[in-house]
């Protein structure tokens, strides 16, 4: 035999080997990921709910109770089935609750949380305020629980409606880590990654692949399913810029540093009408997506959209002015001029200075729009916000305008009597410079988590412009999506205190929300 039949053989066998240990290590290393499971591991019906109204031989505990005929049991076991720790801050949700827990077609009556005895540590956390909460009558919110690896929960639900055997959804998205559903063979076994068919399966091509001692061909190691490669450009939104730039660095390193893609905001609306009037369809090199903080001009036809988030806006004031809530009434009557010293409004004895935003920024139209009912800001009377221009009136209010977020703030922060507006995050400590704070609106505080039952007018929808529509294949799309739907990405947009909308909140949020 030969040196290249030798050779063959050899690689043969070692690759055959490789293959056959390969599903059992993989699944001892898939458990090293943060990895939480669920599972119904019980669905029975236990009253009048067999087909034509018959009653159910099993149980028939509720036979008297009509409003009862038609209930079930289920049993939903919420596990670690990996072999690192989740902690309370590894569950993505801006909110208190961690994981969403939906019965369609079902209402629920009633729950309990049954814990075994080395886990009893945990209804702590079930009994605090945000503990297991019903939002909607087949809708279950699930706090966010710390899981050691093996730990385990299990939530007993009575409903009514519904058939037995109907769909239980729990959704969620888990910090560099997968919510996934398991199947229970037995009760509580704990779940391989892959199968014992599958196993044996391998093991047999293995064997097979060792007796033929063929050696496959190498070939580079492709880019993630969900990557493509290429330029791209990200221009627009000043307040969404530090989204982008974190999003563009998260998907670089998914992608293997493939991509190229650069930030470039100079405001919503000059980015927009920079790729209208550009022409360049979507599919060209290098790509280019504008973000703008609430929808394109209605001429600009030839522009696709998607909605990425709610972002949230806040008025600031210097620490001097001392007010910490304003009507919406009353900020109308300060940027119409009518209010020109915070006295007027219970304040200290300071003339207001308005700073601004260029006319091209996605904040100041959000402003118009949500807050003034559509009445625009006075015309500036400062190029510095201290002084007035010789070519402007001596009455009325002081207002400059800036090109971008960080500068109203650092304005608004050193200019006694200022008043100015943000993107929340960039308003929010540690980012915000000393010697300002936020304003509350009618009393309402700008939280994300609770966009959902309104109230806080200051607020837009962050929308994501191509022109034309970009091909699938497209590093424009693949972003878009990266952005939307992958938890990665919208774990980015919460922590910079925006609602994705690619969450069940933001879904409802985004899709009324005009």
């Given at each position: 035999m030969?040196?290249?039949?030798?050779a063959?053989?050899a690689?043969?066998?070692?690759i055959g080997v490789?293959?056959?240990?390969?599903?059992?290590?993989?699944d001892?290393?898939?458990?090293?990921?943060?990895?939480v499971?669920?599972?119904k591991?019980?669905d029975i019906?236990?009253?009048h709910?067999?087909?034509?109204?018959?009653?159910?031989?099993?149980?028939?505990?509720?036979?008297?109770l009509?409003?009862?005929?038609?209930?079930?049991l289920?049993?939903l076991?919420?596990?670690?089935?990996?072999?690192?720790?989740?902690?309370t801050?590894?569950?993505?949700?801006?909110?208190?609750?961690g994981?969403t827990?939906?019965f369609p077609?079902?209402?629920i009556?009633?729950?309990?949380v049954?814990?075994?005895?080395?886990?009893?540590n945990?209804m702590?956390?079930?009994e605090?305020?945000?503990?297991?909460?019903i939002?909607a009558?087949?809708?279950l919110?699930?706090p966010?629980?710390?899981?050691?690896?093996?730990?385990?929960?299990k939530?007993?639900?009575l409903l009514?409606?519904g058939?037995?055997?109907?769909?239980v959804?729990?959704?969620?998205?888990i910090?560099?880590g997968?919510l996934h559903?398991?199947?229970s063979l037995?009760?509580d076994?704990?779940?391989?990654?892959?199968?014992?068919r599958?196993r044996?399966?391998?093991?047999t091509?293995g064997?097979?692949l060792?007796?033929a001692?063929?050696l496959?061909l190498?070939?580079?190691?492709?880019?993630?399913?969900?990557?493509?490669?290429?330029?791209?450009?990200?221009?627009?939104?000043?307040?969404?810029a530090?989204?982008?730039k974190?999003l563009?660095?998260?998907?670089r390193?998914?992608?293997?540093d493939e991509?190229?893609i650069t930030?470039?905001?100079?405001?919503?609306?000059?980015?927009v009408?920079?790729?209208a009037?550009?022409?360049?369809?979507?599919g060209?090199e290098?790509?280019?997506?504008?973000?703008?903080?609430?929808?394109?001009p209605?001429s600009?036809?030839?522009?696709?959209e998607?909605?990425?988030?709610v972002s949230?806006?806040?008025?600031?004031?210097?620490?001097g002015?001392?007010?910490?809530?304003?009507?919406?009434?009353?900020?109308?009557?300060?940027?119409?001029g009518?209010?020109t010293?915070?006295?007027?409004l219970?304040?200290?004895?300071?003339?207001v200075?308005?700073?601004?935003?260029t006319s091209?920024?996605g904040?100041?139209?959000?402003?118009?729009a949500?807050?003034l009912?559509?009445?625009?800001?006075?015309?500036a009377?400062?190029?510095d916000?201290?002084?007035?221009?010789?070519?402007t009136?001596?009455?009325g209010?002081l207002?400059c305008?800036l090109?971008s977020?960080?500068q109203?703030?650092?304005?608004?922060?050193h200019?006694?009597?200022?008043?100015?507006?943000?993107?929340l995050?960039?308003?929010?400590?540690?980012d915000?410079?000393?010697?300002?704070h936020?304003?509350?609106?009618?009393?309402?505080?700008p939280?994300?988590?609770r966009?959902?039952a309104?109230?806080?007018?200051y607020r837009?929808?962050?929308y994501?412009?191509t022109?034309?529509?970009?091909?699938?294949?497209?590093?424009?799309?693949?972003?878009?999506?990266?952005?939307?739907?992958?938890?990665?990405?919208?774990?980015?947009v919460a922590?910079h205190?925006?609602l994705p909308?690619?969450?069940?909140?933001?879904?409802?949020v985004?899709?009324r929300?005009?």
């Open positions: 030969g040196w290249l039949e030798i063959f053989t690689a043969g066998l070692l490789v293959s056959i240990v390969t599903p059992f290590v993989a001892r290393r898939a458990r090293r990921s943060r990895r499971g669920f599972r591991q019980m019906a236990i009253g709910n067999g087909p034509g109204g018959d009653g159910d031989p099993r149980l028939g505990l509720f036979t008297d009509p409003e009862m005929r038609d209930a079930t289920v049993l076991r919420i596990e670690n089935d990996g072999s690192r720790h989740v902690d801050d590894d569950y993505i949700d801006a909110s208190p609750y994981l827990a939906e077609g079902r209402s009556q009633a729950l309990d049954t814990l075994p005895d080395e886990h009893t945990l702590s956390y079930f605090q305020r945000s503990g297991l909460r939002v009558p087949s809708t919110r699930i966010k629980v710390p899981l050691k690896p093996g730990a385990y929960y939530i007993l639900v009514t409606g058939h037995e055997g109907d769909e959804l729990v959704t969620g998205d910090k560099d997968t559903e398991n199947h037995t009760p076994e704990k779940p391989p990654v892959f199968s014992v599958a044996w399966t391998t093991v091509l064997v097979a060792i007796a001692a063929t496959p190498l070939t580079p190691s492709p880019l993630p399913d969900d990557c493509e490669s290429g330029r791209l450009r990200l221009t627009g939104s000043t307040a969404f530090p989204v982008l974190e563009a660095e998260k998907y390193a998914h992608c293997g991509p190229r930030v470039a905001a100079r405001g919503s609306r000059t980015g009408r920079e790729l009037l550009s022409g360049a369809e979507s060209a290098p790509g280019v997506i504008a973000f703008s903080d609430g929808p394109r209605a600009y036809t030839r522009l696709s998607s909605r990425i988030a949230l806006f806040t008025l600031v004031a210097h620490d002015v001392r007010l910490t809530d304003l009507s919406t009434a009353d900020v109308r009557r300060v940027y119409r009518d209010v010293n915070w006295s007027q219970g304040g200290p004895d300071l003339p200075v308005l700073v601004s935003r091209g920024s904040t100041r139209s959000a402003l118009t949500r807050v009912a559509g009445a625009d800001e006075p015309p009377s400062s190029d916000c201290v002084n007035r221009t010789a070519r009136s001596r009455g209010v207002r305008e090109d977020t960080e109203v703030l650092d304005t608004v922060a200019t006694p009597g200022a008043l100015g507006y943000s993107e995050r960039a308003a929010s400590p540690p915000a410079p000393k010697g300002l936020r304003l509350t609106l009618d009393g309402h505080t939280n994300p988590d966009l959902d309104g109230g806080y007018p837009e929808i962050e994501a412009y022109y034309g529509r970009p091909p699938a294949d497209s590093l424009a799309s693949s972003f878009l999506s990266y952005a939307v739907d992958n938890g990665t990405g919208k774990g980015v922590t205190g925006h909308c690619g969450t069940p909140v933001g879904l409802r985004c899709g929300d005009d």
